[in-house]
């Protein structure tokens, strides 16, 4: 089992390239935590996060991000036993598409 407090220094190093990992307070940042794992993290990343934050606080968190991508939502909502629809990602319709939709 992981420590609560060593989670940032487990995690890959390319996922807060932009940030200074002495700010991160797990408890306080744990919405962008959760959000770039989901959206760059490996699948260790995601074994510690899943033991840190447990799979029903990740799910709930990430129904509220607008940018997740459809794949990772789907996968949640299966996880959680949820309605993808209740994903924020599902309802929200970006005022400028993406060229690619992948």
């Not at 992981?2 to 190093?13: E, F, G, M, R, V």
């Not at 607008?66 to 970006?94: G, M, W």
């Amino acid at each position: 089992m992981i420590k609560k407090n060593n989670i940032i220094h487990s995690l890959s190093n390319h996922l807060f390239w932009d940030v200074d990992l002495s700010d991160i307070d797990q408890d306080k940042h744990s919405g962008y935590i959760i959000k770039k794992v989901l959206q760059y993290g490996l699948f260790n990343d995601w074994e510690h996060l899943v033991a840190v934050y447990g799979i029903d606080k990740i799910a709930d968190t990430a129904m509220g991000f607008k940018e997740l991508d459809r794949k990772t939502a789907s996968f949640l909502a299966i996880l959680v036993n949820t309605p993808k629809e209740n994903f924020l990602c599902y309802t929200t319709k970006q005022s400028i598409p993406k060229h690619w939709n992948f």
